[in-house]
């Protein structure tokens, strides 16, 4: 069974950083590219960083470039996505996202929210 679950969201103040963690389980995470998205209140969702297999090959939303850096750890299932220089308008539920070759798997969701 197919699990991702993420953790580290928050409140913190404009400027400032957090780092956010998606453990998987249930398929094979090495080979798998791993994302994460991102939804605000009344937006629909979007891409924020996507990381391949094995960790070559990143992209990320415009609006988080230079920001945002997504990274795994193959030997413990995990892919992480530190934000630096938050503001505002990256208040959201951040979501981790496995597209594998038997479906789309989505975790739950952590709320980030920025705010003075």
């Not at 069974?1 to 580290?8: A, D, F, I, M, N």
């Not at 413990?76 to 938050?86: A, C, E, I």
Request: glycine content about 12%.
């Amino acid at each position: 069974q197919v699990q991702l679950v993420e953790s580290g969201g928050g409140l913190v103040q404009p400027g400032r950083s957090l780092r956010l963690s998606c453990a998987a389980s249930g398929f094979s995470f090495s080979s798998a590219a791993m994302s994460w998205y991102r939804q605000a209140p009344g937006k629909e969702r979007e891409l924020v960083a996507v990381i391949s297999g094995f960790g070559g090959t990143t992209k990320y939303g415009d609006s988080m470039k230079g920001r945002f850096t997504i990274s795994r750890d193959n030997a413990n299932d995990t892919v992480f996505l530190q934000m630096n220089s938050l503001k505002f308008e990256d208040t959201a539920v951040y979501y981790c996202y496995a597209q594998l070759s038997f479906g789309n798997y989505w975790g739950q969701g952590t709320q980030v929210t920025v705010s003075s």
